[in-house]
């Protein structure tokens, strides 16, 4: 058996729910990865980990300035960083794993 093997979840693409044996959506241009990065499913996962992640290191960087009552709009922007760069990274993960092969 070559390709991908088969995903266990359920994909919505384009409103339909894709039976949970197929594999996940492909993409080979940048307009087709954009769409699937902001597939409900897709985004599910990537919030998630952008969650966990970015509150961790939100607590190990900044929670002694934010506790102390020191927190300036730096920190916050800091902190949204915290949050944005495991989304962003999450993403490309996933679009790295489902890129269409050429040929």
């Not at 044996?21 to 699937?36: C, I, K, N, V, Y």
């Not at 920190?75 to 999450?90: D, E, G, H, K, Q």
Request: with cysteine; charged share 15%.
């Amino acid at each position: 058996m070559t390709g991908r093997p088969a995903v266990i979840h359920r994909w919505l693409v384009q409103g339909e729910t894709v039976a949970a044996t197929t594999p996940p959506p492909t993409w080979g241009t940048p307009f087709e990865a954009l769409r699937l990065v902001f597939l409900r499913t897709t985004l599910r996962r990537t919030i998630r980990i952008a969650l966990v992640v970015g509150t961790l290191l939100s607590l190990i960087n900044q929670a002694g300035v934010i506790f102390g009552g020191d927190a300036s709009a730096v920190t916050w922007i800091r902190v949204a960083a915290n949050y944005l760069v495991p989304f962003c990274v999450s993403s490309a993960g996933f679009l790295s794993a489902t890129k269409r092969s050429r040929g």
